[in-house]
């Protein structure tokens, strides 16, 4: 199993830009969620998925945009980039029968110039 | 809104125990769990505690929370070097407990 696997694990954008983050998961788990690391902090919550076609906002929602057309997978779009988007982006997935047990992706690490 | 607060540094030696605290705010928390991070890597669920429960023990963990003052604890037993990561805190605020709220880290550094 390979668990949750993200890509890229690096990125360097230019303001304005825009990419998608990948995030695939391999356990059939219903929930989904994208978080940001920044220095000094612990994680943010930025969208989080409760099935296939179901997403919702969590903390830090703004510049970001998701969809889940699939179980398996819950990429994350910046739109237009900002410096302020620099962080380390973390996906993780939960089972329908343990949702609060969250498995982590090794994370993306995004700078933008 | 809802907030998580740990210390930031702990030092301690191989073979000693390890208590890091932490305080949260949302008293409606089902859930509060303890996550590792090592270097360059995510974060690695360690344990969690339902809300109703005051302890919860595994193998070297003690997880210890006092709902009255929001107050949160992890203790590792014969810590040793390889305990040397970065442990966060975190607080459910929905009910499926997948939405959470993350201390900004408490950095354990082992000496031997």
């Known amino acids: 199993n390979a668990g949750v696997t993200q890509t890229p694990k690096f990125q360097v954008l230019k303001t304005g830009q825009s990419m998608t983050l990948q995030c695939a998961q391999d356990m059939n788990h219903e929930y989904m969620s994208w978080y940001r690391q920044d220095p000094g902090m612990g994680l943010r919550l930025i969208h989080y998925?409760?099935?296939?076609?179901?997403?919702d906002q969590g903390e830090v929602p703004n510049g970001y945009n998701v969809s889940r057309s699939t179980t398996e997978d819950f990429p994350l779009r910046l739109l237009s980039a900002a410096p302020s988007q620099t962080s380390v982006y973390f996906c993780a997935s939960s089972p329908a029968l343990a949702k609060n047990i969250q498995y982590f992706g090794a994370g993306t690490r995004l700078s933008v110039l | 809104g809802e907030d998580v607060e740990q210390s930031l540094f702990l030092s301690v030696r191989e073979g000693d125990s390890s208590v890091i605290n932490c305080t949260y705010t949302?008293?409606?928390?089902?859930?509060l769990y303890w996550y590792k991070q090592e270097p360059g890597a995510g974060l690695q669920l360690l344990t969690y505690?339902?809300?109703?429960?005051d302890m919860k023990q595994d193998q070297r963990l003690t997880v210890l929370l006092n709902k009255k003052d929001k107050h949160l604890s992890l203790r590792i037993a014969d810590t040793q070097t390889g305990d040397s990561a970065i442990y966060f805190c975190a607080e459910s605020y929905n009910q499926a407990g997948t939405a959470l709220i993350f201390g900004k880290g408490t950095t354990l550094s082992v000496s031997s």
């Open positions: 949302d008293s409606s928390s089902t859930y």
């Open positions: 998925s409760v099935g296939a076609g179901i997403t």
């Open positions: 505690i339902f809300s109703n429960m």
